[in-house]
């Protein structure tokens, strides 16, 4: 997450270049900006607008600077749909966003009516490019691919355990959390306990008690950060010992903030450490030296959305949407995340998609 300070100066910023009289290209940035999910809307905006800052440090595109509009979905859909017509109406060229995947799929119509690129660095849920819209991309994984990962895992390792499948009924976490389930089903493995939860509480406690009864030696949870980490620190508050394991929303070195040491140990699935790559480093060392920010979570797809439209639009040599799309659904495109392209979906390609990790107290580190 963004230091309070720098989300002072991203925002003055934000103001600065959409004030300009000289800006005509304008780009979206959609995400949550309060609520329990604030880092993550902060890791997309600061993504997007270092990678903005550095096409117009080097002559804008296509002759133009780029500006930059950011708008606050809440990760709620309904918000979402809000949200989208304010970018509408701003007339942006191109979203980046939105990050939570019940509100990207709730705002891709409005874009999609106004002939607008949409590109989520962060929404897994299959929905949001299985719509048919062709003007909707992501640069991250789909929870099909993820939930298979999660569970070839569980089924080599925790075949013998008390596995609990738990999650907070919207679109990412609910979705991520069956289509895991299924997967362990194929494998020969049935969830001893599977419960929805209401998210935004403070109180899981009735939860943590279900699994204490079905002696729950593993929890599968698909939901966002600071739901999770509250589940994580109060089953240890009740005496329960179990191995939690969640989805990308995880990723974000809070998660300890609000777990505290309970968080210790538990497992996530996110993209490969696209920090250690060749061309990433220059990138990582900008973040740090001249935003006094590390680039984690989605920070980097967020900043490689913004390069491959910007690429793509570079080699249409317009931003008009018809061929800017053509140029993604056929370009590759280098970027901090390495070198992708998109298929006929939307759906990136040329990437790995989802690895494992492990909290400790300092870090969150690869786990094999």
């Known amino acids: 997450m963004a230091p309070k300070f720098l989300r002072s100066f991203v925002l003055i910023t934000l103001f600065t270049f959409s004030s300009s009289v000289y800006a005509e290209l304008i780009v979206g940035v959609a995400g949550p900006l309060s609520g329990s999910s604030l880092s993550i809307g902060e890791q997309n905006e600061i993504g997007a607008q270092v990678a903005i800052d550095v096409i117009n440090e ?3 595109l296509l002759g133009e600077n780029v500006s930059l509009v950011s708008v606050d979905d809440a990760c709620d859909p309904a918000q979402a749909e809000a949200a989208a017509a304010q970018l509408v109406a701003q007339g942006v060229s191109f979203v980046v966003g939105h990050i939570c995947s019940g509100a990207s799929i709730a705002a891709s119509k409005a874009y999609t009516d106004a002939g607008i690129i949409m590109m989520s660095p962060a929404s897994t849920n299959p929905k949001v490019t299985e719509q048919g819209y062709t003007n909707v991309f992501r640069v991250c994984g789909r929870d099909d691919q993820q939930g298979v990962v999660a569970a070839e895992y569980m089924s080599v390792n925790f075949s013998d355990k008390n596995i609990a499948i738990l ?7 609910k979705g991520l959390a069956e289509i895991t389930h299924q997967q362990l089903q194929a494998r020969g493995l049935t969830a001893a306990l599977v419960e929805e939860y209401a998210p935004e509480k403070t109180d899981y406690f009735e939860i943590v008690d279900k699994m204490i009864s079905a002696a729950i030696d593993v929890a599968y949870v698909g939901g966002y950060r600071d739901d999770v980490a509250i589940l994580v620190r109060q089953a240890e508050e009740k005496g329960a010992d179990i191995q939690f394991i969640g989805g990308d929303a995880l990723f974000s070195s809070e998660f300890l903030l609000v777990s505290g040491d309970a968080g210790i140990g538990t497992l996530l699935t996110f993209g490969p450490d696209v ?3 060749p061309n990433a480093s220059d990138v990582v060392s900008n973040f740090s ?7 984690e979570g989605y920070t980097l797809y967020s900043y490689a959305s913004v390069q491959a439209w910007s690429q793509a639009v570079a080699t249409a040599g317009t931003t008009d949407t018809a061929d800017v799309i053509a140029a993604l659904q056929s370009g590759s495109f280098s970027t901090v995340i390495g070198e992708l392209g998109f298929d006929d979906k939307g759906d990136v390609t040329g990437i790995s998609n989802f690895v494992w990790f492990r909290f400790t107290q300092d870090a969150i580190v690869p786990h094999n």
Request: hydrophobic residues 15%; aromatic residues 16%; negative net charge.
């Open 58 to 60: 080097n002559g804008g």
């Open 167 to 173: 999650h907070d009924g919207q679109a990412y976490g």
């Open 275 to 277: 920090t250690s790559l």
């Open 289 to 295: 030296d001249n935003y006094y920010v590390e680039p």
